[in-house]
């Protein structure tokens, strides 16, 4: 049965971190603790943020690292608790914006964070968490409005805490801040936020409001991604790009798919997901075809595409054409990987969604055939 | 500055009903006031929702009227007191959801309705309300995803108390609720839900995420509702008319336009509100045409017309297809009320956000045209 949620405060547009300083104040936060990493920090980002929070003095904490740990995760909260942090504002991609979920949970909560791992029952101890606001500075992964957060645990494995609870009070997303953004990650997460449109847009899950945010996010992305990797500069496909990305994670509940359910093993490898999701893909599209009819029929519409067209061929060309790789070997994959990740994304409840069902032997295929 | 806020956890599906006692139990409900009126007691629906919601038995109110009162929100609390309630589940159209939405903020906050009025600033004074379950009967306004209540308070003048902290926490559509409305409601209550995906598709405010749904909303009222109008048990239609309603308040954040500016003093004479904006919304169309070209050219995409289609015409020609008055005469309006009702429809908080900007000489002409 259908079940539809949405969440979250927004401020979207152009100069909105100016807005940061007034939502600080009206979360009623005296010292938050500001989640970052050192990219941003060194491309001027968070000196940005930290104008914007004034009088107000946020604790910095720029230590985020790509797939963010439960190391980071106790530095800040020895931080938090040193300097009686009341809150948190993440700024950053994804993966600030999921340590910031776990300061907040764990803040609020104690305990460690695989005391709320999704897969051990965990999320049903998450009750309301400390006071976010996410500020992304790259348009992909819609983490600003997103439940979860992935983290690695210090003996290494994945922990996934999940609730409704986690989603951010408040949202800023400023095209402003992704303008420096290089082509080459403007691609690799514009691909993600594209991927959330279409994965979400195929899932056999009936969600009518989220299949509409989907499809426009689809409509975007395809339109704008190009003009935004071509033209760094250009703000209008900033704005598209960053509303595309938000709206494939306000999206993303209707459920994702086969792409993402290889993704996530293949993420345990340090690749980027964006990158993996370009990749990826287009062999789901081809798999997926003939099982998703009017669902295509809609995407090629979205993608301004004509009706005879064939979606994989379109997002091949798509991806080659914003300059990303095309296989998995390029990341560095070795081949003898290979069934071990498939037999985890037949397992990912990821999979379950895909609107063409798929065992073990047909993950391999598709991942052989993106090697 | 676009500002995109979502709320609620909605089931929906024929049977949904079902999940009534569950939901209780989720929100820890011991004692729950059930709001609802007379014609939803005689249609049997009411007896649905007490079988489904065993073994607890919740305390019944159901004498919630047309246009929702004072008294009856006292009677409800006095209630509430005596048998110790501890949330609120809503049964019906509009009348009951507001009703009880006013119920869950005084249980909760104390004073007079007065004291939250949006109008002396009280919106501010709205905190965490008692929980509240919507269960609409009809497609129609989406107030089961609304933050705010319309109610008249004991010296007859109107009350709107609006913040989002009143939004249900949980919404249960079922359809199967739907299928014994007769054909003229079905009429007059679906067109209230076209109205709210066409009005919000045409206003200025930016929200993509609310214009992808307004837009499909659009699609689904006006390919379904002729369908839901001439066979009531065509199961499809009411399940695609509940959906149109929903998307139609689940995008109402983004803003209305000038028929609802009118409908709203045209609603103090006592008449039926999507009665009315049947009348007047080809009308407003007519007269934003030429300032609202994009938005109309994919209204006309949504509702299947040729590119050339003059949309007012199409409006005029779906609302008289449907049995439904087209003068506003005909609901026994005086003429000589017109001017009072235009001064207040210009100074309407929804006139605002109307795509051509309207004063009272312009609303003036447009009740006019419509009587």
Redesign the interface.
Known sequence: ?????????????F??IA?LGDEIVRLGLKRPLLVTDAGVADAGILQRALDAARPLDPVVYDGTTENPTERSLLDCIEIWNERGCDGVIALGGGSPIDLAKAVALLASHGGSLADYNVKQGGSDRIGKVARQIAIPTAAGTGAEVGRACVMSLLDGSKCVAVNLNMVADVVICDPELTLSLPSRLTAATGIDALSHGIETYCSPL?N??A???A??AVR?AAKWLPVAVQDGSNREARWEMM?AA??GG?CLQKALGAAHAMATPLGELHLHHGTLIGILLPHVLRFNAGHADLAYADLRGAASLPEDADLHVWLTEFVSGLGLPARLAELGVAADVLPEIAEKASKDHLAKTNPRPAGPEDYLTLLREAH
């Not at 539809?4 to 547009?13: A, M, P």
Request: glycine share 6%; aromatic share 6%; net charge negative.
């Open positions: 049965m259908p079940l539809i949620q949405y969440l979250s405060r927004i401020h979207f547009d100069g909105a807005g009936e009518p409001p299949a509409a945010i499809l426009d975007r509303m938000l709206m306000m």
